[in-house]
């Protein structure tokens, strides 16, 4: 056996080939009631794939997506898996910028979008010097005629080769706490390793109906369940949007066994005026990522007869870390769980970076073949999260003496609304834009439905007009709706420490004080004058 072949073994373009020969006719897909067999998807993935290098594709070549969940989204990832290509789905929530200046980090080659997205991806790639080749995804599109790829004229293609483990086969993007997001390059190693890690603790067998309503442009929405079920033989039921009515009615009729959400989505569900009597004899397990499940949301579930287990995981772990074995679902609410199998975890001091023993509370490391190989093109970033080969999450979690952990709360200004990562500079970036903006510092506060929302705390120039409608408003125009803060609090000033870094602790605590955006001083005024001369007080560490 030649060492070439030993460096596949772990493709995933391998798994629709070998569902395919098992059960040719076995349902892969229910694409919104439209059926999709193994052998069907195995057809289409390999003629893409040979489709995708006649047209001068190489591997490494990175495929971008504007899509709602769909079979032909899945046709394509597993195209790109046998081609060596890497699957880059952008967020279809996002702004014309921001899709744009996603397009750019991970200088996509080719762009493929579906009608409800096409307005969208055109926008955005009119925005772009270098834009990619542009097509639609599905059987009248791209897999009827593919596009020759849009290259950088000194870019230097590598030679068509065979896929290898180590070759990439994700990229998503992160917001993580800078203002530019990160491009998470996932291996087909990675994505192996993380789903037989799922396998051992939340198992798929071919017998299972998974729901998948996660958007396929997180990782989740290919490695939390859909992947696995694929990978075993089971069949997903993909939904493009969560409407919670249709949800309920979806796994009664589909006789859905297991699913995946985060905790707004089982919110949504529970709020049902049928979710009392709906149906959910079918579902065995639900499993609840994104952000920590409220205990007596995850009591309403169990009390309805439904195992819904918590987890915890990260883009850059591919995603799968922590979860609640299932037997011990209602013994342990609100707890992440343990490692997943071939998961390694420690807790590290945050100030020393010491590593801990026994109980502890501290930063999380994790170390394992989930772990992914680095930020897109940015060694700096990847050198800061990557350290001895452990990841440091930012996470800040207790650890108890039988080695469960909690997640406590997170060492980065990050936080999560509706199981969407927020940054809050990038948020800061736009409001800076606006020219009543001298000082701003977004912080999340708990909301019941979202987990988290953005709050903005504002200083105005002086003698500039403007209200809280407005700045919202300047927000919708250049960020995604989740993104928009939820409310704009207006202040005389931020707190700051010595160094000039804003004290955001104050801000989440209250200890600022608000004012109405009506009284702005005007600068002609001796009084805001001799104001606006005094030192500032400053918040030290």
């Known amino acids: 056996m030649s060492a070439a072949s030993i460096d596949q073994w772990h493709t995933l373009g391998r798994w629709p080939a070998e569902r395919a020969r098992e059960a040719p006719d076995r349902i892969a897909i229910d694409d919104r009631g439209v059926p999709v067999s193994y052998g069907e998807l195995e057809r289409r993935a390999t003629a893409l794939a040979r489709g995708l290098r006649a047209a001068g594709y190489v591997p490494g070549d990175r495929i971008a997506t504007l899509t709602g969940n769909s ?282 970076g010491e590593v801990l023993d026994g109980p502890a509370t501290g930063e999380l490391l994790v170390h394992g073949p989930g772990v992914f190989a680095g930020y897109f093109r940015d060694r700096e970033a990847t050198d800061r999260a990557l350290q001895d080969g452990w990841l440091h999450t930012g996470d800040l979690v207790e650890r108890d003496d039988e080695g469960f952990f909690r997640i406590v709360d997170r060492l980065s200004d990050m936080y999560i609304s509706g199981g969407e990562n927020v940054a809050p500079a990038e948020v800061e970036a736009v409001l800076r834009g606006h020219p009543a903006v001298a000082d701003v510092a977004v912080v999340g506060e708990p909301d019941e439905r979202w987990g988290e929302v953005g709050i903005a705390h504002v200083v105005l120039r002086r003698g500039i007009a403007t209200d809280a409608q407005a700045l919202i408003g300047h927000c919708r125009d250049d960020l995604a709706a989740y993104k928009v803060p939820k409310r704009i609090a207006f202040v005389a000033e931020l707190p700051h420490t010595a160094s000039g870094k804003t004290v955001r602790r104050e801000l989440r605590t209250g200890a600022t004080t608000q004012v109405p955006a009506t009284t702005v001083p005007d600068p002609a005024d001796p009084a805001t004058a001799r104001r606006a001369a005094q030192p500032r007080k400053e918040a030290h560490r």
């Open 71 to 352: 079979a032909d989204h899945v046709v394509l990832f597993f195209a790109c898996a046998k081609a060596g290509l890497v699957l880059t789905p952008l967020s279809w929530r996002l702004a014309a910028r921001e899709v744009a200046d996603q397009l750019a980090i991970a200088d996509a080659v080719l762009l493929l979008s579906d009608q409800t997205f096409e307005a969208l991806a055109r926008s955005a790639v009119a925005r772009l010097r270098r834009p990619p080749a542009t097509g639609e995804l599905g059987t009248s599109g791209v897999e009827a005629s593919v596009p020759a790829p849009s290259r950088n004229p000194a870019e230097v293609p590598q030679a068509v080769r065979e896929v290898r483990d180590s070759d990439p086969l994700l990229l998503t993007f992160t917001s993580g706490t800078s203002a530019r997001p990160k491009g998470v390059v996932l291996t087909h190693a990675n994505c192996f390793w993380t789903n037989l890690s799922l396998s051992r603790t939340a198992p798929i067998t071919p017998d299972d109906v998974v729901l998948a309503v996660m958007p396929q442009f997180h990782v989740g929405g290919w490695n939390v369940q859909p992947l696995l079920a694929w990978w075993t033989g089971a069949t997903v039921v993909l939904e493009q949007t969560f409407e919670p009515a249709r949800v309920l009615h979806l796994i009664a009729e589909r006789r859905v066994s297991t699913m995946m959400g985060v905790p707004a989505h089982y919110l949504m569900l529970a709020e049902q005026a049928t979710f009392a009597d709906a149906d959910l004899a079918a579902l065995r397990l639900a499993i609840v990522g994104g952000a920590p499940m409220p205990e007596p949301l995850l009591r309403t579930w169990h009390a309805r007869g439904v195992k819904l287990v918590q987890g915890y995981g990260l883009s850059e772990a591919s995603p799968n870390v922590l979860c609640v074995p299932a037997a011990l679902a209602r013994d342990r609410l609100g707890w992440a769980g343990t490692a997943y199998p071939y998961v390694d975890v420690a807790v590290a001091d945050p100030v020393t």
